[in-house]
């Protein structure tokens, strides 16, 4: 591993020194911010999201807000996804595409009020492009970075420790609903959200300068439950089949090659960016989808920063976008963006560090 | 310093395993990309830089082509400089602003034909901004990122390596300006331009395949005059006065307050992008702008991720945007961005992980 130099065009976290208390080792960065990626544990923290709870420092996960009387008008324009009947307090996973109908975020939509929207963003900044079309359309609305910073706390015990530290409420919010409270006078948004397949939520930490105080809350709620640190887990999210925008993605990748048909629309207004391309496409059938690869051997492999190539005989057919050790599969696993006459069972060559490795195509989630 | 945990979001360069050849130790992240940032002996790369000649890796330098019949047009619609007399081979410094004239990034704009220009760009996605902008417009240009990664050779020698690989030709280049060429069958365009004051070229790759090749004829190339391994240099470029956009900048900067005024044309057309908004700002005058400030005491300083608030008597008058140790003026500096009652010479102090430092505000650059 090589080491992160400092640099301010990186932002530390809210949570950062919290995160560090607790013996943080590696980051990544994302949206121009040290996110957590590793406590030292790796499989440890893996079984700790699978049969308990752990406590995540997304705050990375930032928000575009849109606010002002064309919020709504904004929103719908910015979104592939039908939105007339979104109800404050709700949220919405939305494929944002530019107008070719490219996919260039995957965010979650929070509607706080009939005028004020978040995009809770993966890791492409979408402040300048929402805030292009909002001023070539001449609408009437803000786009800027609200004081949001989320913490997951995610896992099968995750809704005791929130329970404990919210209120029995928290229990009946229905998944990517919030409601905005407060906790030791700590502004927050508390959402049933968090990318993993393990059940969770999310505080959206509403005063920057609070993090530790608000860490440390959750952690001494969470002690019965024996909480620890954790991050968005890369073998979990691969066995469970979340996308990572901008890791299983290229530039030209539409939202039906990467199982996100169900959130496009086609019957949204003609003013959508992006829906005039969405409905071509979706017409003429993509070119790709994506399946998952099981490779052969049981040598858990290395995290790497390339996608590797996939072959069928001599033929390029597509590219393996990420590849782990699932620690409940026992073999190393990943994503193949291939194209459409690529289907489950087939056998496959993955192009690896310069080795040919054997595997075999299959459906997504992987558990 | 931490770890850098790898992830398909993070794209190598295709200098990367030249690189690591050379003994890069670490790295930070650019426009989604891995840029080396040290070879382990920084006080020795930053003599190289200035008294020799230094091999940089920025491929992160990423290109934004407009390519069509409406590429010009699109050019200016995006740039707050006149580019009526840019001509094919040259390049200019411009301010990208959005519809408020703040700051979105400070690229090279580079005239490759009529039809087709790069915008080379610091740390900010302009591919979905510059795009939206040309969609909505409804102009015939198509914005895309091409094959294309610059490294820089810096330093005083930097010519006599560049004209030993491509010949005399290369001491006729004016500043920015370019030529399209090859080396031993490798498509390169050759730029004197690079982010030192220590005068330089940029070789731009044109075909990612052969990074390691295009560094190893450098590197040949430079061995008569002792070349080695850097990065953009922190203290020289601090000493030099150069901006890091999105280190020394936040989301409401403006040119003005940055020392880019010089390039801002108030006359350019009212379709250009954020220009009605920089004639107001220019008319009311910029709240802000930005000084140098030497810190007393002879303790090298680490780099770090935050800005540092200065303070006149108990009131924030700005912030400290970097800090680093100088090694010509041995003493730690950096750039304030302050309220234009700050002047140079005035004292402040600065509050840096918890100290309260005294310091000295100054002119730019500082040698």
Tied chains: 1, 2.
């Excluded at 530790?212 to 073998?235: Q, S, Y």
């Excluded at 998952?292 to 069928?312: A, N, S, Y």
Aim: hydrophobic share 40%; aromatic share 10%.
């Amino acid at each position: 591993m090589f080491g992160i130099s400092p640099s301010a065009r990186l932002r530390p976290s809210p949570f950062f020194e919290a995160t560090r208390a607790e013996g943080v080792t590696a980051f990544t960065t994302y949206n121009h911010m040290l996110m957590p990626t590793s406590y030292g544990h790796p499989e440890a923290e893996y079984w700790r999201l699978l049969n308990g709870v752990s406590q995540w420092d997304v705050a990375v996960e930032r928000q575009v807000q849109l606010l002002g009387p064309d919020a709504g008008r904004l929103a719908q324009i910015l979104c592939a996804r039908d939105l007339s009947k979104c109800k404050v307090g709700q949220g919405k996973y939305v494929p944002l595409c530019n107008h070719a109908g490219s996919l260039i975020n995957d965010p979650i939509l929070l509607k706080l009020a009939e005028d004020r929207y978040w995009l809770s963003i993966a890791d492409s900044n979408i402040w300048f492009w929402a805030g292009a079309i909002a001023a070539e359309r001449g609408l009437d609305v803000e786009v800027s970075e609200p004081d949001a910073s989320p913490m997951a706390v995610q896992g099968p015990k995750a809704e005791e420790v929130v329970a404990a530290l919210f209120g029995d409420w928290v229990r009946g919010l229905k998944y990517f609903w919030f409601r905005e409270t407060a906790i030791e006078g700590i502004p927050v948004a508390v959402a049933r959200s968090g990318w993993s397949k393990q059940g969770g939520f999310e505080i959206y930490l509403l005063d920057g300068s609070q993090g530790t105080k608000l860490w440390n809350l959750v952690k001494e709620a969470g002690r019965p439950w024996d909480i620890g640190p954790g991050n968005p887990n890369f073998c979990e999210r691969v066995e469970s089949g979340l996308l990572s925008y901008g890791g299983d993605t290229d530039a030209q990748t539409n939202p039906f090659e990467v199982r996100m048909g169900a959130y496009v629309d086609l019957a949204v207004p003609d003013d959508v960016v992006g829906i005039k391309a969405l409905r071509r496409i979706h017409a003429e059938g993509p070119k790709r989808h994506q399946l998952g690869v099981i490779l052969e051997g049981e040598t858990p492999t290395e995290l790497g920063f390339l996608w590797h190539e996939i072959r069928q005989g001599n033929r390029k057919v597509g590219d393996m976008t990420n590849c782990v050790w699932s620690y409940r599969l026992k073999k190393n696993i990943g994503f193949a963006l291939v194209g459409t006459d690529c289907q489950p069972g087939d056998a496959v060559e993955v192009v690896k560090d310069g080795q040919v490795l054997q595997g075999t195509l299959t459906a997504l989630p992987f558990i």
